[in-house]
């Protein structure tokens, strides 16, 4: 045999055992070829929907439970801009964090104590629409104040 032929047989006895390669991993789920829980999240993902959709009891309106969550949150956010407000050190930052927490809540309240994502998208447009109008106005006047 010559000594190509040997360094070739050494190769594959070292790296391949009959059709597979030495460095194959065993199968499992992740090997087909869209896994269950890829990404960042995991399975997280999957049981937070699943979680949402029984708290929200899926296709109709939320449970007590939810509302409460809902009012909780609320009440953090609204105690968050309250505290933002005696930071001085924030400056010029405490309008547009102020404007995120509001447009925060204003999609909370609107989406569900209004139950907004029950009806026609329409509705959320005109929602929305109105809220972007209004922080438009503030802007606009808070620039001719400047002036």
């Known amino acids: 045999m010559s000594l190509i032929k040997k360094i070739k047989q050494i190769w594959i006895n070292t790296m391949f055992h009959g ?6 991993l065993p199968k ?6 869209n896994p269950q829980h890829e990404g960042p999240f995991g399975s997280s993902l999957s049981k937070s929907i699943s979680l949402f959709k029984k708290l929200t009891r899926s296709g109709g309106h939320g449970s007590p ?5 809902i009012g909780v949150i609320l009440s953090i956010l609204t ?7 005696y930071v001085e ?3 010029v930052l405490m309008v547009p964090i102020l404007i995120i927490l509001s447009l925060g ?7 569900f104590f209004m139950h907004l994502r029950f ?13 972007v109008l209004a ?13």
């Open 119 to 131: 009806d026609n998208k329409l509705l959320t447009y005109i929602f929305f629409s109105g809220f």
């Open 89 to 91: 050190s924030l400056g």
């Open 65 to 69: 439970a939810f509302y409460l969550i």
């Open 135 to 147: 922080i438009l106005i503030f802007l606009i006047l808070m620039i001719l104040q400047a002036f």
């Open 28 to 33: 499992n789920e992740y090997d087909i070829p």
């Open 19 to 24: 059709t597979k390669t030495y460095f194959d």
């Open 105 to 111: 809540k204003f999609i909370l309240v609107v989406a």
């Open 79 to 85: 105690y968050i801009e309250f505290a933002i407000f």
